[in-house]
């Protein structure tokens, strides 16, 4: 197989990497604030149970969660396995990221001083007024490079669907390796996850620079 | 300056650490010889698996712990990632690859020492029980599942790609029992396997035939690094002699998944 073909065929499975990527960002992005405002939630038992959640999403490999989503209703129940994989690795790539974006998003509207909250309530602001117009545009610009170091982490995460069977660019890399005895795929798939995260720094870089502007 | 200085002299530790790690490889590999360790996938059921006392066993294992035995060499099993073994077999982790491993004419390419054949390979497709599927001619428009780096892939990629082409969807399952977990839960109709694990696995568990058609026929064979001829022939004559003094034989007649048969040394 020449470098070309090897190439190309990787490249195809390059679709199904995105595919996992951008519904990923696209489910856990809110999904997180979701989970952000539950955890910070005042009610106790709200809170606790976040916590739980979260605690053990991040404390477990994601590719058991992933084997989890895929094959669990079928060892507990005896229901099907889904033919098409990108529903159950989507839905365990969202609430896997959702957890690590809902402690980012805390930690940025816990890094908001108390003194702001005040002074929006003797402005007159509601509190829902406070949340959206004064205190989550900064959120976003203090956390945007801890969210930049998570999306950068999925684009390599991505290889782990093939847990379940699912072919994206770098289980056809490996499939290439295997019959070709070649360790040249390996070298292909890193090229594209290290192009396809300077994609991904120098669009954050904008967005980061676009939201600068009191520099 | 400083930092540029910092920065070559760091990457230049890195080198020499990098240096050390592979000479250390190399000596306890070429010169000591007294440590043989057995590369195997540990999930290839009967060849080499985890056994019930949590210690690795199979035909294989138990072949190569009767050859090391011999040798009066000590005998060590590493468990190997299946899609990596031969880099894990260059990086000095393994000596040898000896799990029911396809010999492939690319690993002679790339420069690997090849054991003899020792098992004539043949795939079957493992069904549901009640399906409708009788031979590989009903597999047209069906959906099959396959496991990656296994010799079934190879030969639905190379002389069986006319029979693949028929399939409505070829799915490549990363482990034998995410293949037969993709059939149990109905996303495949039919897994194209070898015989043995087939077998293995439609003994252990109820609900599962194995269709009884050989596809395609390969050989199993021991892989070795370039250069390890020597050590190639050392195993190769204890096998033999282990074939000759009957115990060959006797750990044969355990697997009874394993068809004798198939196996080369005794049909000589």
Redesign the interface.
């Known amino acids: 197989m020449t470098l070309l073909t090897m190439i190309v065929k990787m490249a195809e499975g390059l679709g199904k990497t995105c595919a996992i990527f951008f519904l990923t960002l696209l489910f856990s992005l809110p999904l997180g604030m979701v989970v952000a405002l539950l955890r910070m939630s005042k009610n106790r038992i709200v809170s606790g149970v976040t916590r739980l959640v979260i605690s053990v999403l991040r404390g477990t490999p994601l590719m058991l969660q992933l084997l989890a989503v895929t ?1 669990g209703p ?2 507990l129940f005896g ?5 098409n994989k990108l529903i159950p690795v989507v839905v365990a790539f969202a609430i896997n990221y959702a957890a690590y974006f809902a402690e980012i998003y805390r930690g940025g509207i816990e890094s908001i001083p108390v003194g702001q909250y005040e002074a929006a309530e003797v402005l007159g602001y509601t509190k829902l007024q406070t949340f959206v117009r004064i205190i989550l545009p900064q959120v976003i610009k203090r956390i945007l490079p801890s969210i930049t170091n998570e999306v950068v982490t999925l684009v390599k995460d991505t290889s782990m669907a ?4 699912y ?1 994206e660019m770098f ?1 056809i890399g ?2 290439i ?7 040249t795929p390996f070298l292909v798939a890193g090229v594209f996850y290290y192009v396809f995260n300077g994609v991904v720094d120098f669009v954050m870089g904008r967005i980061e620079k676009r939201l600068n502007y009191y520099q | 300056m400083k930092r540029l200085f910092a920065f070559v002299l760091a990457l230049a530790m890195v080198c020499c650490l990098a240096a050390c790690g592979s000479k250390d490889n190399a000596s306890s590999v070429d010169e000591e010889k007294k440590t043989f360790i057995m590369g195997i996938d540990p999930e290839y059921p009967p060849f080499s698996y985890l056994g019930d006392d949590g210690q690795y066993t199979g035909f294989d294992v138990e072949v190569c712990a009767a050859a090391c035995e011999l040798l009066g060499w000590d005998f060590q099993v590493f468990a190997v990632n299946w ?1 990596e073994k ?2 894990q077999l260059d990086a000095g982790e393994c000596d040898c690859v000896w799990s029911g491993m396809t010999i ?1 004419d ?2 002679k ?2 420069g ?1 020492v090849i054991s003899q054949p020792y098992y004539d390979n043949t795939q079957v497709l493992l069904v549901k029980e009640g399906s409708d599927i009788t031979s590989s001619a009903d597999l047209a428009g069906k ?1 099959v ?1 396959v496991m ?2 296994t010799s079934g ?2 030969m639905l ?2 002389d069986l790609a006319d029979l693949a082409a028929s399939f409505a ?1 070829l ?4 482990s034998f029992l ?1 293949c037969f ?2 059939l ?4 495949v109709d039919a897994v194209f396997v070898d015989l043995p694990v087939a077998a293995a696995y439609a003994a252990n568990n109820p609900g599962f035939t194995v269709i009884n058609e050989a596809l395609g026929a390969e050989q199993y064979g021991i892989a070795f690094r370039s250069g390890d001829k020597a050590l190639c022939d050392a195993i190769e004559g204890a096998v033999a002699e282990l074939v000759s003094n009957g115990t060959y034989a006797e750990i044969a007649a355990k697997y009874t998944d394993i068809s004798a048969d198939n196996l080369v040394f005794l049909n000589k």
């Open positions: 094959y079928y060892y229901a099907g396995v889904a033919r093939f847990t379940v069977s072919q289980s490996k499939q390796a295997n019959s070709e005895t070649s360790f | 899609d031969l880099i492939l690319s690993m390419e790339a690997y959906r599942a990656l780096g892939e190879a990629a190379g969807d799915m490549i399952c990363n995410s977990t993709e149990g839960g109905g996303s």
